[in-house]
T-cell receptor
Framework: GAGVSQSPSNKVTEKGKDVELRCDPI?????LYWYRQSLGQGLEFLIY????????KSGLPSDRFSAERTGGSVSTLTIQRTQQEDSAVYLC???????????FGPGTRLTVT | GQNIDQPTEMTATEGAIVQINCTYQ??????LFWYQQHAGEAPTFLSY????GLEEKGRFSSFLSRSKGYSYLLLKELQMKDSASYLC????????????FGSGTQLTVLP
């Protein structure tokens, strides 16, 4: 079946602009995660959604980062006033529940110039 | 919090066996995962250990010792396509159950 999809695959933006990254999880998966992978570093947890519950935002690095998940399915990660240090690959993952393994999307490579 | 250590790079020969180690220090533990990530691609799930012992799945096996905070991934009969980064990740005990990843071990398989 279809896996996790993300768009765009690549995004180049100027410092100070806002960007929106989209994630379509696997159908039926109630848990959705956003991670960030910077060059040469491990994946860093950003935010977690479970069903209709309030998200766990404990991993967001600053208040410029926000995310929403509409209808318990598609999620959008928004970065406002982008900075060069925001350049990274942003990965979305979904799992059947938080107790199951996570399946990752292909990621969005964000470059802030 | 979590702290996860694994070697940065390893090299092995096609057909050989390689063991990738991972040590962790955690404030809570709810399972350890291994993922494979080819360059420019998404991580793909390989294995999951929550109890001590060895889990075998084809050419890949994963071992866990919770008392030692130690795991390894064993790859047998190495193939060229096994060249990739191998990520060790510990699942948090909190409600989010998010994964904390190590920096990954870049494995190069030589002919």
């Amino acid at each position: 079946g279809a896996g996790v999809s993300q768009s765009p695959s690549n995004k180049v933006t100027e410092k100070g602009k806002d960007v929106e990254l989209r994630c379509d999880p696997i159908s039926g998966h109630t848990a959705l995660y956003w991670y960030r992978q910077s060059l040469g570093q491990g994946l860093e947890f950003l935010i977690y959604f479970q069903g209709n519950s309030a998200p766990d935002k404990s991993g967001l690095p600053s208040d410029r980062f926000s995310a929403e998940r509409t209808g318990g399915s598609v999620s959008t990660l928004t970065i406002q006033r982008t900075q060069q240090e925001d350049s990274a690959v942003y990965l979305c993952a979904s799992s059947l529940t938080s107790s199951h393994e996570q399946y990752f999307g292909p990621g969005t490579r964000l470059t802030v110039t | 919090g979590q702290n996860i250590d694994q070697p940065t790079e390893m090299t092995a020969t096609e057909g050989a066996i390689v063991q990738i180690n991972c040590t962790y220090q955690t404030s809570g533990f709810n399972g350890l995962f291994w993922y494979q990530q080819h360059a420019g691609e998404a991580p793909t799930f390989l294995s999951y250990n929550v109890l001590d012992g060895l889990e075998e799945k084809g050419r890949f096996s994963s071992f866990l010792s919770r008392s030692k905070g130690y795991s390894y991934l064993l790859l047998k009969e190495l193939q060229m396509k096994d060249s990739a980064s191998y990520l060790c990740a510990v699942r948090d005990q909190g409600s989010a159950r998010q994964l904390t990843f190590g920096s990954g071990t870049q494995l190069t398989v030589l002919p």
